[in-house]
């Protein structure tokens, strides 16, 4: 089908899959950089911890993101074709990798450079982000999101490892400096899928409304408000035990070695074999029904967290399976949930509505990790399990009572569009 004269209805799936997962991954690699390969690196170096734990600010951003997604929001859905995606991804990222060849000049001693341009690159990742989320909800038909999301997130692991561990072996058998051309290269090629949206053969095809993308609008609509809370309340156990699983394998008695193995081939290879089998699952089966066995399925895992320490003497290797399962149903959990939160942000504003979600995601994670740590030094780990446990039950809960408002509600703003 041909639509105003040399515009076709939409890039080839192969295309827009190639587009999203090489700005995923670069998102994940910013993230993974700043969050475990400098600190690592600052540690080395003999910087103090107090100044390392203020690196986690660089998180701000991506839970700020929602308070400027209007207006990228705004300029993504000018124009009749997708050459202001090119611009958004390939401009956002074309300048991360020339702060991070800033960076190469940087003495290490030299923390407020260092926090300013990674902060700046942070930032940089949110316009790229809420162009691709964006492009991702317009573009991509309902059966294909699953897809789409295998794309987010196991582009997320792949840039995990990328921006963690890679960097930090390229660290440590050459310099930083080197280690840091390499996240350079990386990140060009991965931008470079983007250029392909700059033919006028692509239409815009997001649904058009009257208004101009805001907040205002997306908090009148009761599926986004749902969408949030549902949000916090089913990812508050996810968030507390991945704040906290590496500490409770160290007090366990897990060494750096078994856990680095342990980290590297059971918790990320599982994981992103767990993303890409979710994907196919939620193909075939209805994607809520997915979510709520996954939901399930992880409070029964908190509980096998909560009684480990008693048994994991007498059962061996018990805990390390119990990390494996873990990063399983979350890996899985973060496919199914950002699939669902795709077809609840879909209308005139879809970048809008997906960024306030995941901000709120973000800002559970930051508060999470703050307070799982307090959690386990003044109540212990079980205290932790067991809140786990309780909210995620309460999520599993909630869905099923709200379920059918939800899906009523987003019909009605889809017929609406």
């Given at each position: 089908?041909?639509?105003s ?7 080839p ?13 670069i ?9 475990q390969?400098?600190p ?15 690196f ?18 705004t ?6 074709t ?12 074309g300048?991360?990798?020339l702060?991070l060849?800033a ?21 940089l ?21 699953g ?5 987010q ?6 840039g ?13 058998m ?9 996240l ?18 692509f ?47 160290v ?42 066995c ?26 390390e ?5 873990c ?22 504003q ?5 960024s ?15 307070i ?22 309460s ?12 899906q009523?509600?987003?019909?009605l ?5």
């Amino acid at each position: 089908m041909q639509h105003s004269g040399s515009l076709s209805l939409k890039p080839p799936l192969s295309i827009l899959l190639t587009i999203l997962g090489g700005a995923y991954v670069i998102q994940s690699l910013i993230s993974m950089f700043a969050l475990q390969g400098i600190p690592a690196i600052l540690r080395t170096e003999g910087v103090s911890t107090s100044h390392i734990g203020l690196f986690y600010l660089v998180m701000l951003p991506w839970a700020l993101k929602f308070l400027w997604s209007p207006y990228v929001e705004t300029y993504r859905k000018q124009a009749n074709t997708l050459k202001n995606h090119t611009l958004l991804i390939v401009g956002a990222y074309g300048l991360t990798a020339l702060l991070l060849g800033a960076l190469i000049y940087v003495d290490l001693n030299h923390l407020t450079i260092i926090f300013a341009l990674i902060t700046c690159m942070a930032l940089l990742s949110t316009f790229a982000d809420i162009a691709s989320d964006g492009l991702a909800i317009d573009q991509l038909s309902e059966k294909n999101r699953g897809i789409g999301n295998i794309m987010q997130v196991g582009g997320s692991y792949i840039g995990g490892l990328i921006g963690g561990g890679l960097f930090l072996y390229f660290v440590a058998m050459q310099d930083w400096q080197f280690a840091l051309i390499i996240l350079l290269i990386c990140v060009l090629i991965m931008s470079l899928p983007a250029f392909m949206l700059w033919s006028n053969l692509f239409q815009n095809l997001q649904p058009q409304g009257t208004s101009r993308p805001s907040l205002k609008y997306a908090f009148s609509n009761q599926t986004v408000l749902y969408g949030i809370l549902f949000v916090v309340i089913s990812q508050i156990g996810t968030r507390l035990v991945l704040a906290m699983i590496i500490p409770f394998l160290v007090d366990q008695g897990l060494d750096l070695k078994k856990l680095g193995l342990l980290a590297a081939g059971g918790g990320t290879m599982t994981a992103l074999c767990a993303v890409f089998l979710s994907g196919i699952i939620i193909r075939y089966i209805n994607v809520k029904k997915v979510f709520l066995c996954v939901l399930l399925l992880e409070s029964l895992s908190y509980t096998a967290l909560y009684f480990s320490p008693q048994f994991s003497s007498a059962i061996t290797g018990s805990i390390e399976a119990l990390y494996i399962l873990c990063s399983l149903l979350s890996a899985a959990k973060f496919v199914v949930l950002y699939t669902l939160l795709m077809r609840w942000s879909f209308g005139t504003q879809s970048g809008v509505n997906f960024s306030l979600f995941q901000s709120a995601d973000m800002i559970v994670a930051i508060l999470c990790a703050m307070i799982g740590g307090w959690l386990v030094t003044f109540y212990g780990y079980s205290t932790l399990f067991l809140l786990a446990f309780a909210t995620t039950l309460s999520a599993f809960t909630i869905m099923i009572i709200t379920n059918r408002k939800i899906q009523k509600n987003s019909r009605l703003e889809q017929q609406n569009t």
